[in-house]
T-cell receptor, first 114, second 111 residues
């Protein structure tokens, strides 16, 4: 497995509370991504980063924000969690260059919003 | 906009039978296609990519630009192939490394 960790791995939180998920990589890859995985929807991109302090929205970015202050860490924040954000969240990384378009995935974080 | 369609949510076969997981895409340019696999309680991992033209764990996939398809095939399914399979597309050119995923097909191989 590529050096990608996610924390926490499991979290239960209440509606309206803020939540931050962390993705940490040791591969020095430039690109980082946050996806959510839901039955019947597959994986959907929330936000991605193409460098330190460079981020952009994916297809389901409403209600989420991200930050990347250093290469190895990409944080996903739910400002005010809702039940519709109950999901499994995956972080992924990829490097630049023609041979590095593959994405490597973290182990996932299972988030339950009650 | 690019799109990936996996028409089967669920696919069930018997051990030793051939298996084909379908993937169709829509994209006006020249795409790069991938198959990712997720075994139970594990992270997603790359199974194969069309530019490599390789066979991994007995699986192959050929990009058919005329039919805009990238079906995954294996002649003799094994129980350990049971997993969720995702087809993904990356648009060509530039520094765009985003992937568009299909909704996935859950393959069950019965003994």
């Amino acid at each position: 497995d590529a050096g990608i960790t996610q924390s926490p791995r499991h979290k239960v939180t209440e509606t309206g509370t803020p939540v931050t998920l962390r993705c940490h990589q040791t591969e020095n890859h430039r690109y980082m991504y946050w996806y959510r995985q839901d039955p019947g929807h597959g994986l959907r991109l929330i936000h991605y980063s193409y460098g330190v302090k460079d981020t952009d929205k994916g297809e389901v970015s409403d209600g989420y924000s991200v930050s990347r202050s250093k290469t190895e860490d990409f944080l996903l924040t739910l400002e005010s969690a809702t039940s519709s954000q109950t999901s499994v969240y995956f972080c992924a990384i990829s490097g630049p260059g023609q041979g590095n378009t593959q994405q490597y995935f973290g182990p996932g974080t299972r988030l339950t919003v009650t | 906009a690019q799109r990936v369609t996996q028409p089967e949510k669920l696919l069930s076969v018997f051990k030793g039978a051939p298996v084909e997981l379908k993937c169709n895409y829509s994209y006006s340019g020249s795409p790069e296609l991938f198959w990712y696999v997720q075994y139970s309680r594990q992270r997603l991992q790359l199974l194969l990519r069309h530019i490599s033209r390789e066979s991994i764990k007995g699986f192959t996939a050929d990009l058919n630009k005329g039919e805009t398809s990238f079906h995954l095939k294996k002649p003799f399914a094994q129980e350990e192939d049971s997993a969720m399979y995702y087809c993904a597309l990356r648009s060509s050119g530039g520094s765009n490394y985003k992937l568009t995923f299909g909704k996935g097909t859950l393959l069950t191989v019965n003994p």
